[in-house]
């Protein structure tokens, strides 16, 4: 499995940005498709990105598109969450995963630890 370790997070002022990364180490960070969950306290975890193994392919949920933008570096093993005009309802703890496919919305095998993103109004 690749190890993930998330960081970016912190507290941000309605309208602000925030890019959230995702370091990975262990296997072959081209080999894996990447996606961006968030998960807020009483609330289930959503796929908010997603990304394919050369980053041709994107998926936004509806939520952030037009907001939020993810992107990899495969030379640098890292994925980013570019997110832009943040909404006090994006505040959930963030976190990164990766699936031994292609592209698509899962099965993701490996999960970071998270990061905090809180928006105040």
């Known amino acids: 499995q690749v190890q993930l370790v998330e960081s970016g997070g912190g507290l941000v002022q309605a309208g602000g940005s925030l890019r959230l990364s995702c370091a990975a180490s262990g296997r072959t960070f081209s080999s894996y498709a990447m996606g961006w969950f968030r998960q807020a306290p009483g609330k289930e975890r959503e796929c908010v990105a997603a990304i394919s193994r050369s980053g041709g392919s994107t998926y936004y949920a509806d939520s952030v598109k037009g907001r939020f933008t993810i992107s990899r570096d495969n030379a640098k093993n890292t994925v980013y969450l570019q997110m832009n005009t943040l909404k006090p309802e994006d505040t959930a703890v963030y976190y990164c995963?990766?699936?031994?496919?292609?592209?698509?919305?899962?099965?993701?095998?490996?999960w970071g630890q998270g990061t905090q993103v809180t928006v105040s109004s």
């Open positions: 995963a990766a699936g031994e496919f292609n592209y698509g919305l899962g099965p993701f095998g490996s």
